[in-house]
C-alpha cells in the first residue's frame, strides 16, 4: 500500500494500518492512472462486487437470442 491514506470502501473510514488493508482491485481513471481499492480486513464481507457488466452482457445475448434475424432462427 502507498504511504498516502486510504478510504475502506466497506465502511468509509481511514484505513491507518498497512498489515490491517485488503487491497480489492483498480479503478481506472478517466484523466490520470487511476486508483487502488482497499478494505479493512474486518469488512471484507461489507463488499459487493459490481454487478453491471454482468447484467448488460445478458441483456445484450438476450437482445441478439431473441432479434427476427438471429443466426440460429436462419437454421429451422
Known amino acids: 500500500m502507498s504511504q498516502s491514506l486510504s478510504i475502506c470502501r466497506g465502511c468509509e473510514g481511514v484505513i491507518t494500518e498497512e498489515a490491517d488493508a485488503v487491497f480489492l482491485w483498480h479503478e481506472a481513471g478517466n484523466s490520470g492512472p487511476g486508483r487502488d481499492v ?21 441483456r445484450i445475448l438476450v437482445k441478439r437470442l431473441t432479434s427476427p434475424d438471429a443466426a440460429w432462427r436462419r437454421d429451422l
Not at 38 to 58: F, I, N
Open 38 to 58: 482497499y478494505v479493512h480486513r474486518e469488512h471484507v464481507h461489507l463488499v459487493r462486487e459490481d454487478e453491471t457488466a454482468v447484467r448488460l452482457l445478458a
